[in-house]
């Protein structure tokens, strides 16, 4: 699944702030099939122009989608214009700041401990190797390529930096040919279990790497904890960065 942008995200929960949107959203989202404006105000008790502004809003913010379709089995000639109808575009929308994604967190943890209770193996190899198959397929779909760019090519690296960023790392040049990952997007349990948690990032990198046709190799594991207690890491800094490319020989 391609992750909805930060921005957009943010976007999106702003909008349920009006009183009005948050209670359509709710009825369109409730509703099971595709409602009219008419519905919706009648529902509501609002007036039909509130109810269309509002509802074209949601859209907007990328919360609701439309349709056009005539209704009451009518068609063909003389049977009036398609009814604009609305329907939820999104099952839920969350957002963080600054961006987190405890929820892939969840459901790499998960995914492990199900393969590692079925096969009776180690359960931070089952993590790493569930962490590395979503990143690489996340970053496939999210390039949209039929097939990666060659390692180490500046089109592999520039889809892999796009993805670091829509993924909430905030990846900045370090000066050196390679990149630091400014923010973690699971800090607050990697504070609490940094070595777990940092396998799995590791691995999901690795294959985020793979899947943009970057050299998964360049992805190496910083001495975070250490840098911490030294003072040159930031507050929410991620425990890996990405190499610079070697020379050819």
């Known amino acids: ?22 209670k359509l959203f709710d009825f369109v989202a409730s509703a099971g099939c595709a409602v009219s404006r008419d519905d919706a105000a009648g529902a509501l008790g609002l007036p039909r122009s509130t109810a269309s502004f509002q ?11 439309v349709e056009f379709r005539k209704l009451g089995g009518r068609g063909g ?50 993590l790493v190797r569930t962490a590395y198959a979503r990143g690489e397929a996340s970053a496939r779909a999210a390039v949209g390529a039929a097939g990666p760019a060659d390692s180490g ?35 607050r349990i990697a504070e609490g279990h940094t070595d777990v948690v940092c396998a799995m990032n590791g691995g999901y990198l690795a294959g985020a790497a793979a899947g943009c046709g970057f050299d998964p190799d360049r992805v190496q594991a910083l001495a975070i904890k250490d840098l911490r207690v030294q003072g040159t890491a930031q507050p929410a800094q991620c425990c890996a960065r ?8």
């Open 55 to 65: 509802l074209d809003r949601l859209v907007h913010d990328g919360l609701l989608a």
């Open 153 to 187: 090519t500046t089109a592999g690296g520039a889809a892999f930096a796009g993805f670091l960023t829509a993924e909430g790392y905030r990846p900045e040049d370090d000066g050196a040919g390679g990149m630091v990952l400014l923010n973690c997007p699971f800090h």
């Open 77 to 126: 000639p003389g049977s009036g214009r398609p009814a604009k109808l609305y329907l939820a575009a999104v099952r839920e929308v969350a957002a963080s700041v600054p961006d987190r994604n405890y929820d892939l967190a969840a459901e790499l943890l998960a995914s492990a401990i199900e393969e590692s209770t079925a096969d009776g193996g180690s359960a931070r190899d089952a």
């Open 242 to 249: 990405i190499m610079p490319q070697e020379p050819r020989a």
């Open 1 to 22: 699944m391609i992750r909805t942008p930060w921005n957009r995200r943010i976007a999106a929960v702003a909008s349920l702030g009006d009183e009005n949107r948050r």
